[in-house]
């Protein structure tokens, strides 16, 4: 009886799969997952330009499971880093935090900072962990992800990111803050390292003006 | 034990193709790995590349139309704008095949398709888009010889075929050049996508004033060119470093390529 249960789950499951054509994988992983963290504002449309169109299963510093919609509803700044960078990462953080600096009237949650690492075989979710604890970064406003290679690729390519991984394990890489909107869409981005912060912090204003 | 099962139902269960291509790859070349110095991104050193198996020619309109007849959201009308921009698919006149023009273009080349398209298109018959090195060490021969960047003669002709114009109506794939490993219209075709299109350091600016900006880019030691003579690579290095994700442009298609390995496992 059990294990006649047990087939008829797998069959399901492959049913599901084989509907759900080539994202298939990441509804196994769904299925399998326990901690997985759910959307805050329920599943709405998803706007064209949405980033969260991206279907891609991620981990946060937590080690729990999301997908990019998790994000959703409020405005969010997207940097990409890697943790065992010398140079600039630190630097892009800095950056993030003079931003953080100017928005002191601004409502704590109505903000999130997410760092995408480019660099998963490295950046564990312990290893983003206790870079968040190193650097002093708020758990509740700074989220730090990481995924498959290919899914941190198509993010990378949707944020206008170019980046190489050297032989020598350096990676070459732009350094560029987008703010999404609530929906998702890239509404800004800030190039370049030690940029005067006040366009990104009028976006950011504005968007939540908005709101 | 039961995921990994499902899995592989999965890659032959949900894009029929794909089984079928592996048991007659007749349509892949294989490519000896080897090593070489890319124009881009190695300091001048030389890289490996593994071997791999890549497709003889790059993906045609009707390939392309069978494609999006499976996965309706690939349409021209249903695709969503952050995964392909407003030209994509332009050419054909039909939703979901080229139309009006099938005659002239079914074997040709599809193109005015977004880096997310063709990766999904490749996803779906159980390969994958080749990176820029793949693509440019494939890129290296000549009919006779596996690598004729020494080939005065080659590179001429090679320059020859970037300088003419587009025709109207792209040729049939089968009547393009076809290198050493029996791959078709590497050269004096279209231009194709590469995996990693977005790891070209070179930026409009950089190429204005030769300098990188230091600011936007980090670890830019990587990025001086190796061979400043080859300005055939150098013109697929600059138009790969124009372009984003979602671009979709009128002479730019895909091929696939395939691990050696994943055909190891599938042949058991």
Redesign the interface.
Same mark, same amino acid.
């Given at each position: 009886m059990n294990t006649m249960r047990k087939y008829t789950t797998?069959t399901l499951?492959?049913l599901a799969?084989?509907l759900?054509?080539?994202q298939?994988?990441q509804s196994?992983i769904k299925a399998?997952e326990s901690a997985t963290l759910a959307p805050t504002t329920g599943s709405t449309e998803i706007s064209?330009?949405?980033?969260y169109?991206l279907d891609s299963d991620w981990q946060n510093q937590n080690s729990e499971t999301l997908k990019l919609q998790y994000l959703q509803g409020k405005v969010q700044l997207v940097a990409m880093i890697y943790t065992s960078?010398g140079?600039?990462c630190p630097r892009i953080v800095a950056d993030l935090i003079r931003i953080e600096a100017s928005l002191k009237e601004v409502k704590r949650e109505d903000v999130g900072i997410v760092l995408v690492t480019m660099d998963p075989a490295w950046d564990t979710p312990e290893k983003l962990s206790a870079f968040a604890k190193e650097n002093n970064l708020d758990p509740d406003r700074y989220k730090l992800l990481t995924s498959k290679q290919e899914n941190i690729?198509?993010l990378?390519?949707?944020l206008?990111?170019?980046?190489?991984m050297?032989?020598d394990g350096?990676?070459?890489?732009?350094?560029i803050i987008s703010v999404l909107n609530a929906k998702g869409e890239i509404i800004h981005q800030q190039?370049?390292?030690?940029?005067d912060p006040n366009e990104t912090v009028n976006a950011i204003k504005g968007l939540l003006h908005k709101i | 034990m039961?995921?990994r099962l499902?899995?592989a139902?999965?890659i032959f269960?949900?894009?029929g193709m794909a089984m079928a291509q592996k048991s007659t790859p007749a349509n892949l070349a294989q490519v000896k790995g080897g090593t070489f110095v890319p124009l881009y991104?190695?300091?001048g050193?030389a890289?490996s590349v593994q071997g791999f198996r890549m497709d003889k020619y790059p993906v045609t309109n009707a390939e392309y139309a069978a494609f999006v007849t499976?996965?309706p959201k690939w349409k021209k009308h249903a695709v969503?704008?952050?995964?392909a921009d407003a030209n994509y698919l332009r050419h054909w006149t039909s939703d979901s095949n080229v139309g009006k023009n099938a005659d002239k273009l079914s074997n040709s080349p599809v193109v005015n398709v977004s880096?997310?398209a063709a =990766? !999904?298109y490749c996803?779906?018959q159980g390969k994958r888009l080749p990176s820029i090195n793949e693509w440019e060490y494939a890129a290296l021969a000549s009919e006779t010889k596996a690598n004729a960047s020494k080939d005065a003669k080659f590179y001429q002709r090679s320059l020859d075929w970037y300088s003419q114009p587009n025709p109207k109506y792209l040729p049939p794939v089968q009547q393009s050049f076809r290198n050493y490993y029996g791959i078709y219209g590497m050269i004096g075709l279209v231009w194709e996508w590469t995996?990693?299109f977005?790891?070209?350091?070179l930026?409009g600016e950089s190429r204005a004033n030769s300098s990188l900006?230091r600011?936007?880019?980090?670890?830019?030691?990587?990025?001086g060119a190796s061979d400043v003579q080859n300005y055939v690579a150098f013109m697929r290095y600059a138009f790969r470093?124009s372009l =984003? !994700?979602?671009y979709t442009v009128g002479n730019l298609g895909f091929r696939c390529v395939q691990d050696v390995k994943n055909q190891a496992i599938a042949k058991k």
């Open positions: 797998a499951l492959l799969i084989v759900g054509a080539c298939g994988e196994i399998t064209e330009m949405s980033l169109n960078c140079y600039a690729q198509e990378a390519a949707l206008n990111m170019k980046y190489k050297s032989p350096e990676i070459a890489h732009s350094n190039e370049g390292l030690g940029a | 039961i995921r499902l899995t139902f999965l269960g949900t894009c991104g190695s300091n050193k890289v499976k996965n969503k704008k952050l995964f880096w997310f =990766k !999904a996803e779906c995996s990693d977005n790891s070209n350091m930026i900006d600011q936007l880019f980090c670890g830019a030691g990587a990025t470093s =984003k !994700a979602n």
